[in-house]
Structure formats: structure tokens, C-alpha cells
């Protein structure tokens, strides 16, 4: 309880008031966001006024960021767009083509383990393909959620664990069903 001739702006916490030169263009873009700010004064070093900042270039640049982020998610670069030259478009996705060619291998020598019961129980073969389809979109679906936690600075070292435990639970709840 508070005594009742203090003034509210003398106890209130105050969001930020100013970002610095230096500020880190993200950590700016969260306190836009999470103080709906629409304006803020930028201040140097020395504490002296060198500018304003809006929402319109703070906004630009998360969604910049993001979308950066959604492509590196599929193995694109924010340099590649529809028109980019072959060979460069072809080199930039040869990293992840090579890692999706590498687990095929895997997926075949699992299966090889299992040749003879495949042939015994031919409805297993005609399974395999809806096993890999559902375990994509299950990693998808993590990977999205992933994505959107680290965005949205929900995702720590404190709660990495906890996460981990959670998607191994819900993909051997899945792997049951």
C-alpha cells in the first residue's frame, strides 16, 4: 500500500523512453512491439538527441527478418527470388538436398532391416509411404512452431530441454497411434 498523497508517475515503471545508436536493431523491434510504441527518441552516446524512430522502419525490418528466417527454414537464402540465375539457385539449395539425401539413405537401410517382413506382410510396403508422409508434416509442424517460439523470443536456454521432452513425447504418442 502506498501513501495516498504520492503521485502514480513517481512509483509507475517507465518503459523504454529512448534506444541508443548502438541498440540492437532486434531487441528495438521487441520493445516496439511489446510497448506499442509508434515513436521514440534515439540518443547517442552522450545521451544527446541525434534522431526519432518510427514504427514503419522497425515493422520493415522484423517482417525483413522474418521472412529471412522462414527461408533459411527451407534451405533458401534472402538472395534467391524467382528470377535469381540457375546455377546460383541450384548451388543454394545443394546443402540441404544433400542432408535430405543422406536421411533417404538412412530411411533405406532401416527399411532393408526389415526386407523379410515386408515380404511376408506386403501391406506394410503400401504403409511406408504414408509413415514418411505423417513424419513430415509432424517435423514441419515442430520446426513451424520452432520458428515461431524463437521469433518470438519464447525460446531459451532455461526452456530448451522442457521443449525437447515435450516433442519426443508427442511424437511417440503419435508413433503409437
Not at 538527441?49 to 534451405?75: H, N, S
Not at 521432452?165 to 504418442?173: C, N, P, Q, R, Y
Amino acid at each position: 500500500m502506498h501513501d495516498s498523497d504520492i503521485y502514480v508517475a513517481d512509483i509507475m515503471e517507465r518503459g523504454p523512453e529512448h534506444f541508443r545508436t548502438d541498440d540492437d536493431s532486434q531487441e528495438v523491434a521487441h520493445a516496439f512491439e511489446r510497448y506499442a510504441l509508434v515513436s521514440a527518441p534515439v540518443v547517442n552516446a552522450h545521451g544527446q538527441l541525434v534522431g526519432r524512430l518510427t514504427v514503419d522502419p522497425v515493422m520493415e525490418m522484423a517482417v525483413d527478418a522474418a521472412q529471412e528466417d522462414m527461408l533459411a527454414q527451407v534451405g533458401l537464402q534472402r538472395e534467391e527470388d524467382l528470377f535469381v540465375n540457375v546455377w546460383r539457385a541450384a548451388r543454394n539449395r545443394w546443402p540441404w538436398l544433400v542432408i535430405n539425401l543422406a536421411t533417404a539413405f538412412i530411411a533405406s537401410r532401416v527399411i532393408g532391416v526389415f526386407e523379410g517382413t515386408i515380404e511376408r506382410v506386403v501391406a506394410l510396403a503400401a504403409l511406408m509411404p504414408s509413415v514418411a508422409s505423417i513424419g513430415g508434416n509432424t517435423g514441419n509442424q515442430a520446426v513451424a512452431l520452432t520458428v515461431r517460439g524463437l521469433a518470438l523470443d519464447q525460446i531459451d536456454l532455461h526452456n530448451v530441454r522442457h521443449l525437447m521432452a515435450k516433442e519426443l513425447g508427442i511424437s511417440t504418442i503419435n508413433g503409437i497411434l
